[in-house]
């Protein structure tokens, strides 16, 4: 029994393999082996790959027509506009140039023409003026004159306000620091303008202050600073120089033909002045008026044909150290007798020179 039940299964099996057929590819056509789901990995990476570098490639198109398109673009545009601006800014210069010449142009005609009209102006204005002044000269004289005469001095110190500079009283013997040196009520400046001696009882001229000068040949005298010298005017053959430490006080004689008044020759001599602001002056004894210059450092008088000028200078100083001694001395001016004597040869060699002259 046992040796049939193999056979009984073979003859099933070889029922079923008649009954079901199977067919398969010969072995040589197999390639290898394929594992589970790798070969759809690989190709999936292979196509994302392919897709992203299309659209890397498209978008690198995209951007080269859009990006740089646009920059050639801007560049030939900026180019051209640069062109364009430097060609318009050379217009633009030529045309400021040439309006900045012509503008130069109008301007120097402008002024030029401005010029000429003031320039006639003038001409017609100075024309007119010497037509209208040709015989007196008010304008140029009244403008110089007027100029020199209010260039008032002032004085230097005075320590003690007696009317002496500090200079003065040292000079007189008195104190800078007591008004009334003597003590006799009246101020040391008071007595000098007076002809007092300041520093004890009597007259100035009898004190060693002071010296008196006397000129024979032109008839006259007056007090000086015993300390002072005097010297010949180089620059007026009728005139002397007192003088020290630089300043100087100063007399000269000059004609007075027309026999004016001192007021009048004075005026005369210095046109357009306000005659109202000229002061009248005299010396001592009232024998002689006459007035003084606008600056108060000229003093004029006059006696017969003659003018007696004295005049303070200060030379290179600003401040007058000398302004009392100035008054003492044209105040104690005196002529003479022998003065009219002295006029009368004046007058006598004036009319001679005035005929030689006229002769000529």
């Known amino acids: 029994m046992p040796s049939e039940q193999p056979t009984e299964q073979k003859q099933e099996q070889n029922i079923v393999a008649r009954k079901a057929r199977i067919s398969t590819m010969p072995q040589k056509f197999y390639v290898d082996k394929k594992t589970g789901g790798g070969s759809k990995n690989s190709f999936l990476v292979v196509a994302i790959a392919i897709i992203v570098i299309l659209i890397l490639g498209v978008a690198g198109y995209f951007a080269y027509q859009k990006y740089g398109g646009t920059n050639q673009a801007s560049i030939n545009n900026e180019n051209t506009s640069a062109v364009t601006t430097n060609t318009s800014i050379t217009n633009n210069t030529n045309n400021t140039n040439n309006n900045t010449a012509l503008n130069s142009?109008?301007?120097?005609?402008?002024?030029?023409?401005?010029?000429?009209?003031?320039?006639?102006?003038?001409?017609?204005?100075?024309l007119n003026t010497n037509i209208d002044l040709n015989n007196i000269n008010l304008f140029t004289n009244s403008n110089t004159n007027t100029l020199i005469n209010i260039n008032e001095i002032p004085t230097s110190v005075d320590s003690d306000l007696d009317?002496?500079?500090?200079?003065?009283?040292?000079l007189f013997g008195t104190s800078v620091s007591l008004a009334d040196t003597d003590g006799d009520n009246?101020?040391?400046?008071?007595?000098?303008?007076?002809?007092?001696?300041?520093n004890g009882p009597g007259l100035l001229e009898d004190s060693t202050t002071v010296r008196l000068y006397s000129d024979s040949v032109d008839?006259?005298?007056?007090?000086y600073p015993s300390g002072w010298v005097v010297a010949d005017d180089p620059q007026n053959t009728r005139g002397k120089?007192?003088?020290t430490s630089g300043e100087f006080i100063a007399i000269s004689l000059q004609a007075n033909?027309?026999?004016?008044?001192?007021?009048d020759w004075y005026i005369t001599k210095s046109?357009?002045?306000?005659?109202?602001?000229?002061?009248?002056?005299?010396?001592?004894d009232k024998t002689m008026t006459g007035v003084a210059s606008l600056d108060g450092l000229t003093v004029y008088f006059t006696s017969g044909s003659l003018v007696y000028v004295v005049s303070y200078n200060t030379n290179i100083l600003s401040e007058a150290n000398y302004s009392a001694v100035f008054q003492m001395?044209?105040?104690?001016?005196?002529?003479?007798s022998s003065s009219s004597n002295t006029n009368s040869a004046l007058n006598i060699n004036i009319n001679s020179n005035t005929n030689n002259f006229n002769g000529l």
């Open 241 to 243: 120089i007192f003088t």
């Open 105 to 126: 142009n109008i301007t120097l005609n402008s002024n030029f023409n401005t010029n000429i009209s003031n320039l006639s102006t003038n001409l017609n204005t100075i």
């Open 257 to 263: 033909t027309a026999l004016l008044s001192a007021r």
């Open 186 to 198: 009246f101020s040391d400046g008071q007595e000098v303008l007076n002809g007092y001696n300041p």
């Open 271 to 284: 046109p357009g002045i306000d005659s109202s602001q000229v002061k009248s002056v005299s010396n001592w």
């Open 219 to 223: 008839g006259y005298s007056l007090l």
């Open 163 to 170: 009317g002496l500079t500090d200079v003065e009283e040292a």
């Open 329 to 336: 001395m044209y105040k104690s001016l005196t002529l003479t």
